[in-house]
T-cell receptor, first 115, second 113 residues
Framework: EAGVVQSPRYKIIEKKQPVAFWCNPISGHNTLYWYRQNLGQGPELLIRYENEEAVDDSQLPKDRFSAERLKGVDSTLKIQPAELGDSAVYLC?????????????FGEGSRLTVL | AQSVSQHNHHVILSEAASLELGCNYSYGGTVNLFWYVQYPGQHLQLLLKYFSGDPLVKGIKGFEAEFIKSKFSFNLRKPSVQWSDTAEYFCAVTNTGGFKTIFGAGTRLFVKA
């Protein structure tokens, strides 16, 4: 079974530039998460989707971050414009069921460096 | 607000030593508890989980964790570590009402061969 796929694995940009990350969850997983992991810290939730609906985006900095999951499958997270403090690993995760508190399956992450 | 605290940020052990990593959480409601592990160069993956029932749960690779409700704790243990256990370990808590998973800051374990 294929796992959660993320791209790109690494991205280096200058501040004020835009960047986008893509995630394809495990087939059949209805819930998709985007997390941000800063150096030396645990993952912090940015947004959670149930199918195509964003059910928890309370931690997403909406002035510069946006996300979409148009057909309830793959998802894109965008930052525009990027700031120095956005340097982090952006993790995508999926889980099988909706409305459950079960296991998360993570991708390998996209490491962003903003210069 | 819900939070997860891991007591040690870095742990160094010799092979065959016993391991215990502390995890405490703050949330008054019903929770599901997890330990995730990230081996060098790999993605985060589940080590073990507790939903209900026996508070002593066993996971992969000889790890176990004990849920002590009165202490809001879910400590991870292994009687004898191996060099291959070198990794970063994250405790995570999901409140079963809002389905929000909160992670601790992680503990980096280095096992000396």
């Amino acid at each position: 079974e294929a796992g959660v796929v993320q791209s790109p694995r690494y991205k280096i940009i200058e501040k004020k530039q835009p960047v986008a990350f893509w995630c394809n969850p495990i087939s059949g997983h209805n819930t998709l998460y985007w997390y941000r992991q800063n150096l030396g810290q645990g993952p912090e939730l940015l947004i959670r989707y149930e199918n195509e609906e964003a059910v928890d985006d309370s931690q997403l900095p909406k002035d510069r971050f946006s996300a979409e999951r148009l057909k309830g499958v793959d998802s894109t997270l965008k930052i525009q414009p990027a700031e120095l403090g956005d340097s982090a690993v952006y993790l995508c995760a999926s889980s099988l069921e909706i409305g459950q508190a079960g296991e998360l399956f993570f991708g390998e992450g996209s490491r962003l460096t903003v210069l | 607000a819900q939070s997860v605290s891991q007591h040690n940020h870095h742990v160094i052990l010799s092979e065959a030593a016993s391991l215990e990593l502390g995890c405490n959480y703050s949330y008054g409601g019903t929770v599901n508890l997890f330990w995730y592990v990230q081996y060098p160069g790999q993605h985060l993956q589940l080590l073990l989980k507790y939903f209900s029932g026996d508070p002593l749960v066993k996971g992969i690779k000889g790890f176990e964790a004990e849920f002590i409700k009165s202490k809001f704790s879910f400590n991870l243990r292994k009687p004898s570590v191996q060099w291959s256990d070198t990794a970063e370990y994250f405790c995570a808590v999901t409140n079963t009402g809002g389905f929000k998973t909160i992670f601790g800051a992680g503990t980096r374990l280095f096992v000396k061969a």
